[in-house]
């Protein structure tokens, strides 16, 4: 699965210029929180490379959709992961893992 660092440093980037200041509890520093309970759950559980990969874009991507919308943004952070996961390579049977990771929070 190759494009994870860059997608990480482009869903990272967004987060920090896009997000709304209005919104106290969701932004970078929620998405960094919630990737680093990830990882702890990932070494616990022994989640497989691949697999741990998938979760931590989940976990990267489910809340961009607030840079667009607080309704429904779920779905916006879809459509977001969709097009950076298209623009780093990933396959589709990836993007609909991630996508029902996103929409499953």
């Known amino acids: ?8 440093k482009k ?9 709304s200041k209005k919104y106290a509890y969701h932004g970078i520093h929620h ?5 680093k309970v990830s990882n702890q759950y990932i070494r616990r559980e022994k989640i497989a490379p691949p697999e741990a990969k998938l979760l931590r874009v989940g976990v990267l991507m489910h ?9 429904d943004h779920e779905l916006q952070s879809v ?3 969709e097009g950076l996961m298209s623009e780093f390579n990933f396959s ?7 996508q029902g990771l996103i929409l499953a929070t």
């Open 31 to 35: 998405t960094l929180d919630v990737l």
């Open 1 to 8: 699965m190759k494009g994870y660092i860059k997608l990480r």
């Open 11 to 19: 869903a990272l980037e967004i987060l920090n210029t896009k997000m």
């Open 79 to 81: 459509k977001i992961a």
């Open 92 to 98: 589709k049977k990836d993007k609909t893992i991630v």
């Open 63 to 71: 809340d961009l959709g607030f840079t667009e919308s607080y309704i």
